[in-house]
C-alpha cells in the first residue's frame, strides 16, 4: 500500500542551525513530491516540489529537498534556521491517478 | 489568479447540532475538491474529495457528507455533531488528482 512516513513527530533546533526533516515513501513507482508548511491556525503553503529532473529541488524561504530514489526519500533542509521558520511542515506523495497522500508532520521548535 | 475561500473561519457548535462549512474557489474550473480535518496535534485526514459536480468519495466513514451543488462550491455537513467532530478543517483544490493542492484559510471547528 502506499504510504508516507515523516519519523520525526517534533525536531527542536537553534536559530541560525542547520535543519533536516525526513521524509521517506512507498510507492511502486517515481511519485510526485511535496513539502508543505503550516503556520498555527492557517492552511498549508507549498514550500517546493518535484516531478522529475534534477533531483535537488529548490524552494521559497531558503528550503531545498533532495530526491533519491534508491532511499525512496525526499528530505527537506535549510542551512541556517530563522525563528520564524517554527511551524509544522508535511510531506506528500502523488502517483498516477491517485489523489496526494500527506505524512504525519513533523513540528519544528527554534530556540533563541 | 486562482483563489479559495473557506467560512467560517471559528465555529462553536453545541453536539447534536447540524454543521455546513462552505468552500468555494475562484479563478479555475473544474478543479478536484477536497476536505481534510486536523485533530489538535495529529495530521492531515481526508475526509472527502471530488472529482466533478455531484461526484463525492468519501475516505472514511463518519458522520459527515460532502456536496459539491457547483463547479467550485464544495459543502461539508452533519445532521448530528459529535465532541470528536471538533478540529480544523481544511478545503482544497487542484488542477489533476496527483499534483499539488491548494488550501483554503481553515475552519477551527468546537463542539462542546
Known amino acids: 500500500a502506499q504510504s508516507v512516513t515523516q519519523p520525526d513527530i517534533h525536531i527542536t533546533v537553534s536559530e541560525g542551525a542547520s535543519l533536516e526533516l525526513r521524509c521517506n515513501y512507498s510507492y511502486g513507482a517515481t511519485p510526485y513530491l511535496f513539502w508543505y508548511v503550516q503556520s498555527p491556525g492557517q492552511g498549508l503553503q507549498l514550500l517546493l516540489k518535484?516531478?522529475?529532473?534534477?533531483?535537488l529541488v529548490q524552494g521559497i524561504k531558503g528550503f531545498e529537498a533532495e530526491f533519491k530514489r534508491s532511499q525512496s526519500s525526499f528530505n527537506l533542509r535549510k542551512p541556517s534556521v530563522h525563528w520564524s521558520d517554527a511551524a509544522e511542515y508535511f510531506c506528500a506523495v502523488g502517483e498516477g491517478n491517485n489523489d496526494m497522500r500527506f505524512g504525519a508532520g513533523t513540528r519544528l521548535t527554534v530556540k533563541p | 489568479s486562482q483563489t479559495i475561500h473557506q467560512w467560517p473561519a471559528t465555529l462553536v457548535q453545541p453536539v447534536g447540532s447540524p454543521l455546513s462549512l462552505e468552500c468555494t474557489v475562484e479563478g479555475t474550473s473544474n478543479p478536484n475538491l477536497y476536505w481534510y480535518r486536523q485533530a489538535a496535534g495529529r495530521g492531515l485526514q481526508l475526509l472527502f474529495y471530488s472529482v466533478g459536480i455531484g461526484q463525492i468519495s468519501s475516505e472514511v466513514p463518519q458522520n459527515l457528507s460532502a456536496s459539491r451543488p457547483q463547479d467550485r462550491q464544495f459543502i461539508l455537513s452533519s445532521k448530528k455533531l459529535l465532541l470528536s467532530d471538533s478540529g480544523f478543517y481544511l478545503c482544497?483544490?487542484?488542477?489533476?488528482?496527483?499534483?499539488?493542492?491548494?488550501f483554503g484559510p481553515g475552519t477551527r471547528l468546537t463542539v462542546l
Open positions: 482544497a483544490w487542484s488542477v489533476i488528482s496527483y499534483n499539488e493542492q491548494f
Open positions: 518535484y516531478f522529475s529532473g534534477d533531483t
